[in-house]
């Protein structure tokens, strides 16, 4: 073969070499627009995804969800439990008991015999006067102590035989457990919502999972001043139902209902805010 032919086979294998590196080069370039036109929108993906939970959206203050209902204004007390009224019947220093006739949990009734006792004669007068007295015209006196009230025996302080040296506590001391009452004491702003025959709900903390109900018996008229120098009024609340684990002196608390409206709107309360003069602004 000829030079001539040899130089035209050369430049045409040149040709081919030639192209085949621009399309490795078109292919280069194309992927790498590509591939920057994907960073470029995966950044810009990544930035709108921070910006969206740095800056969340808030919910609309406007849409305040309102509802037709009724609103309750209840005082909070705290108090004791104790009976309706009791009696202490007390023995004679020096007396000798003769006969007790009940004990603690028997159930009594006004007017029965529950204590003989014999004195000395010296002295007349018995410690507890209310309680009729019959006696013997004799050196020693006989003396029957009497019950003045319905009730439960809760405490015997005597026995039979047993020679009276220690007057500080009742020989006896009767409760009328009928009804048993939270007696409590309620301040000066909120005694003008207290009312007798208020209904109640009253929880003891003997009684952790019963709710018993009440109703105000009795408001005091007269306050007393504390050492704050602030006046509170007592209250008894007198409970509907009686069990017979109650025992005198059990702590518990009370929900008086002082005012009940219907089919007013109501809101959240966390919807109001009160501003330094005292008004609420809806937020």
Same mark, same amino acid.
């Given at each position: 073969m000829s030079n001539k032919g040899r130089k035209t086979v050369s430049r045409d294998k040149g040709s081919v070499k030639n192209k085949i590196w621009f399309r490795i080069l078109i292919a280069v370039v194309v992927i790498g627009v590509f591939s920057g036109v994907g960073y470029l929108a995966a950044n810009v993906l990544l930035k709108n995804n921070q910006q969206a939970e740095v800056v969340a959206p808030v919910k609309p203050q406007n849409g305040i969800p309102v509802e037709i209902g009724s609103v309750s204004k209840t005082i909070n007390v705290t108090g004791n439990l104790l009976p309706a009224q009791q009696e202490? +019947?007390?023995?004679?220093?020096? #007396?000798?008991?003769? &006969?007790?006739?009940?004990?603690?949990?028997?159930?009594?009734?006004?007017?029965? &015999?529950?204590?003989?006792?014999?004195?000395?004669?010296?002295?007349?007068?018995?410690?507890? #006067?209310?309680?009729? *007295?019959?006696?013997?015209?004799?050196?020693?006196?006989?003396? @029957?102590?009497? /019950?003045?009230?319905?009730? &439960?025996?809760?405490?015997?302080n005597?026995?039979?035989?047993?020679?009276? @040296?220690?007057? @500080?506590?009742? #020989?006896? !001391? *009767?409760?009328?457990?009928?009804?048993?009452? !939270?007696? /409590?004491?309620?301040?000066? @702003?909120? +005694?003008?919502?207290?009312?007798?025959?208020?209904?109640a709900n009253i929880r003891l903390k003997a009684f952790p999972d019963r709710v018993f109900t009440g109703k105000v018996k009795q408001v005091d008229g007269t306050g007393t001043v504390g050492t704050n120098g602030k006046t509170s009024y007592d209250v008894q609340i007198v409970l509907d139902e009686v069990d017979s684990d109650f025992k005198t002196g059990m702590t518990g608390e009370a929900d008086l209902f002082a005012a009940n409206v219907e089919n007013v709107l109501r809101l959240p309360l966390n919807s109001i805010v009160l501003t330094g003069n005292g008004k609420g602004e809806l937020i």
């Open positions: 202490s +019947i007390s023995a004679e220093n020096g #007396a000798t008991i003769d &006969k007790v006739y009940y004990g603690v949990g028997d159930r009594i009734e006004k007017g029965w &015999k529950v204590i003989d006792m014999t004195t000395d004669g010296t002295k007349s007068n018995v410690t507890n #006067a209310s309680n009729p *007295i019959q006696q013997n015209s004799s050196e020693k006196e006989s003396v @029957t102590l009497r /019950t003045h009230i319905n009730g &439960k025996v809760e405490e015997v005597v026995i039979s035989k047993q020679v009276v @040296t220690d007057v @500080t506590k009742p #020989a006896i !001391l *009767i409760i009328d457990d009928s009804p048993y009452t !939270l007696r /409590t004491t309620i301040n000066e @702003t909120d +005694i003008v919502s207290v009312f007798s025959n208020q209904t």
